[in-house]
């Protein structure tokens, strides 16, 4: 059943299913978006078929999602949580696929221990979630990690699909001319690092927010998706929430399988999929080019 509408202001554009949007996208659901719990459907998909894995579990932290709650345990505890879903995963990843996993400082250390007993470890990606309390007795907590793991050593990384476009603050000439900037709007394109500092938090005014307490930003899965994949390769995503994954990856012409176990958010990824084949657009993301917080020419 859909989740109760809210009033919301005028410039508010929060996304929400009405109950009779909520019958239509109930009857899309059950070929790429999967209403149900991943470890029951992890076993039947296909083998060795997915190119990457994007996961975002729950951290170990007590937290509500929809009508079910996530409870923090001990460390060791969620060490054997994360390896009960990863080790389905395993079996159906290609030998050439790539394997990220969301984390906050809680639950990184856990991530990275399991995962290497998986995969390589290739890199550990923190990004600014730029929102956070403010604490009066510890640092305020605005950042999140995202582990880079691979199957093998032969993996996709396509370097110039996720180069950043940056203001040039102390330009470098030879012989009097710009070296590796342009000079027309002083801007480098630069190669992508493991600190990103360009995503925007999903927000009211944003066409691509919904009510979800963890929602991700569809900028941040477009970096991943271009950099580790090609046109039409399959992705899955086990705690696909409200889809952004999936989202991101119609929008760049790949292929994906969202699993997700509370129907109101299988709802609003149906939705905003087919927001998608309309709007192909992502924030920050113009023309085929990553640009730093609020520096585009132009906005989605």
């Known amino acids: 059943m859909a989740a109760p509408t809210r009033d919301r202001a005028p410039r508010n554009r929060t996304l929400s299913v009405s109950n009779d949007e909520a019958h239509r996208y109930r009857s899309q659901l059950g070929e790429s978006i999967l209403h149900g ?5 992890l076993p039947g998909l296909e083998a060795a078929s ?23 345990r001990s460390s060791d505890g969620y060490e054997i949580w994360l390896r009960s879903w990863l080790e389905l995963c395993v079996p159906l990843l290609k030998p050439t696929a790539s394997v990220y996993i969301c984390g906050d400082w809680r639950s990184s250390a856990a991530i990275q221990r399991v995962g290497t007993d998986f995969f390589t470890l290739r890199n550990r990606i923190t990004w600014e979630r730029e929102k956070g309390r403010g604490a009066n ?12 793991f691979t199957v093998s050593d032969e993996y996709t990384f396509n370097l110039d699909a996720v180069k950043q476009r940056r203001r040039v603050i102390a330009p470098y000439r030879e012989n009097g001319r710009a070296k590796d900037w342009n000079e027309d709007g002083k801007y480098r394109d630069t190669h992508p690092s493991n600190l990103w500092t360009d995503i925007s938090v999903p927000f009211w005014s944003m066409p691509e927010n919904t009510d979800h307490p963890t929602q991700k930003p569809e900028k941040l899965l477009a970096k991943i998706i271009l950099a580790s994949t090609e046109l039409d390769d399959l992705i899955l995503d086990p705690f696909a ?38 709007d192909k657009s992502i924030q920050g993301f113009i023309d085929g080019v990553f640009w730093e917080r609020n520096s585009s020419p132009k906005t989605s």
């Open 137 to 148: 007795a510890n640092w305020k907590n605005a950042a999140e990690d995202i582990w880079f």
């Open 50 to 72: 997915f190119d990457l894995l994007f996961a975002d579990p729950p951290y170990n932290l007590t937290k509500q999602f929809g009508s079910r709650r996530f409870s923090a």
């Open 241 to 278: 929430g409200v889809g952004t994954t999936a989202v991101a990856a119609k929008k760049l012409g790949r292929r994906f399988v969202a699993i997700e176990r509370e129907e109101e958010y299988c709802l609003l990824a149906s939705k905003r999929l087919e927001m998608a084949e309309r």
């Open 37 to 41: 719990d991943a470890f029951e459907i």
